[in-house]
């Protein structure tokens, strides 16, 4: 059973341009959240999608936008990029009903932003 | 806001030695509470939870109890192992969606044999 998979591993970009972030859901669950992790920080909430449609947001602006397709799987789409949006990016996925309260993590995507 | 406040760290311990992580949150209502482990290259996995005042969660060694009267959810081992070195968050959500989740800083956890 595959757990949560997240590409790319590694990422650089300067700024002012654009990323994409791709996240799969662990096997069976139908929910997608996002967290941004500054070094030496805890995870921080961008926003969680469940049947298509964004259902929360954190305090993160607009430049941060996001997606989830038919199959689960989700995108995490940033604009303008800022030195200050230099992270891992972590995404999590979980079952709305039944799941326990458990959210599962993938390994996260480390964007440098120069 | 919802908050979550970890004890500072790096904290150094032996083997064998007793561990505890205080870990104190703000939160409305009655949240759930969870201890996350980060191992070096790795996402968070998660280590126990507990979903009301006065639970215990436990899981390989690890205990932390809910305690609503002083809004705390310390972490303790009784004997750690140099397999426990990691950085581990103390979190909560709510009780209904736990993919949006408060989340401390963390506190790194070496253990030297």
């Known amino acids: 059973d595959a757990g949560v998979t997240q590409s790319p591993t590694h990422l650089i970009k300067t700024r002012g341009q654009q990323v994409t972030l791709r996240c799969s859901p662990k096997?069976?669950?139908?929910?997608v959240s996002w967290y941004q992790q500054a070094l030496g920080q805890g995870p921080q909430f961008i926003f969680q999608?469940?049947?298509?449609?964004?259902?929360q947001r954190g305090n993160f602006p607009d430049r941060f936008s996001g997606h989830q397709f038919p199959n689960y799987s989700s995108e995490l789409n940033v604009n303008a990029l800022l030195l200050g949006d230099s992270a891992l990016y972590l995404c999590?996925?979980?079952?709305?009903?039944?799941?326990?309260?458990?959210?599962?993590f993938g390994p996260g995507t480390r964007l440098t932003v120069l | 806001g919802d908050s979550v406040t970890q004890m500072e760290g790096p904290v150094t311990l032996s083997e064998e030695a007793f561990l505890t992580i205080n870990c104190t949150y703000t939160?409305?209502?009655?949240?759930?509470l969870f201890w996350y482990v980060q191992y070096p290259g790795e996402g968070l996995q998660l280590l126990l939870k507990?979903?009301?005042?006065?639970d215990k969660g436990s899981n390989k060694g690890f205990e932390a109890t809910y305690r609503k009267e002083t809004t705390s959810f310390h972490l303790e081992k009784g004997s750690v192992q140099v397999s426990d070195s990691a950085v581990y968050f103390c979190?909560?959500?709510?009780?209904?969606?736990?993919?949006?989740?408060?989340f401390g800083d963390g506190t790194t956890l070496t253990v030297k044999p």
């Open positions: 507990a979903t009301k005042a006065d």
């Open positions: 999590a996925s979980s079952l709305v009903l039944g799941g326990g309260l458990e959210q599962f």
């Open positions: 939160a409305t209502g009655y949240p759930s």
């Open positions: 979190a909560l959500s709510s009780n209904t969606n736990a993919g949006k989740s408060t």
């Open positions: 999608y469940y049947e298509e449609e964004e259902r």
């Open positions: 096997s069976g669950h139908d929910t």
